[in-house]
C-alpha cells in the first residue's frame, strides 16, 4: 500500500477543473505531470470538485496507482466499457480482450474475489450486494488499485476495465492515472434487457449459467428487430436449474434505475471528450459480435468458431 500514498488525484479534465480552479486549468494542459505539479494540484481537488452526479461520500479523495505514461505506440489499449447489468459487456470485454492480449478488470470480479475470501470487506461487501446496493468509491478504488499495481508489476500494457468508472468521481480519477483511448457504450432495449435477466438460470450442481429468455422482437416503425436466442442447458443440467436470488423483476428494475441515474453524467463526460463509442447491440452474440469488430476496425481470425460459441 506504501505506493498508494504518493498516488494523487489530478485533475487533468479541464472543464471541471476550471469550474474549481482557473489557476489549476492553466497547468494541466499537458499530458504529462511531474510530481511537484500534482503536489501543487491536490489542494485544488480536495475535497472532491462540484459534480453534478450523485457524490454519495465526499471523504476522503481515494486514488488509483499512477501507471507508466507510454504512448499509443507502445502500450496495448486501455479501453472502458460501460453498459447496464445484464446487457453481456463482461461477455464482450473478456471476447475483445482475449482477441487483443490484454486482462479483463471486472470490478464485479474484484468484488467477488474479494467476498469469497476472509478478508475484512467480505462481510460487508456481502451485505451490500445482497440488498442490490453498489459498492462505495472508496472499496471500488482499493481493489482497483491493488489489481492495477499488480498488473504493472507484471508487465502489462493495456486493460479493458469492465464496471468502472460508475460515477463522474471515478472517471476524473481515472483521467488523471491513465489514458483511456475509448469508452464502448454497449446499450440494449430496456423490455430486452429485462426479459433476458429474467430468463436467467444456473445449473445448481455444476454452476453452469444458461438463459431460458427466447427474444425475437420484429422490427418496425424505423426500429430494428433484436433476436437472441435463447442459451438452453444440456440435458443433464435441465432439470438442476436455479435463479439467482437477485434476478426479480423488483431487483432487476432497481439496479437499472440506479445504473441509469449514474450512467448519464459518466457517458457524457466521455462523449464530452469524444471518446464516446455507442453501440446498439443487434442481438445475441452471433449477431453482434462481427457487428462490434466491424466498428472498432477489428479482425477476429477465429471469428466463425467463437461467434458460435
Ligand atoms: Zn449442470
Redesign the pocket.
Known sequence: MAALTRLLVRPRSLSLARTFSAAASTTTTTTTTTTTETDSLLRFSSPSPPSPSPSPSPSPSPSLPRLARRGPDDRNVQWVFLGCPGVGKGTYASRLCNLLGVPHIATGDLVRDEMKSSGPLSTQLTEISNQGQLVSDEIIIDLLSKRLEAGEAKGELGFILDGFPRTIRQAEILEGVADIDLVINLKLREDVLIEKCLGRRI?S??G?NFNIANIDIKGGNGSPGIYMAPLL?PP??AT?LITRADDTEEVVKERLRIYNDMSQPVEEFYRGKGKLLEFDLPGGIPESWPKLLQVLNLDDHDDKQSAAA
Open positions: 445449473c450442481q455444476c453452469g442447458p443433464s443440467c438442476k
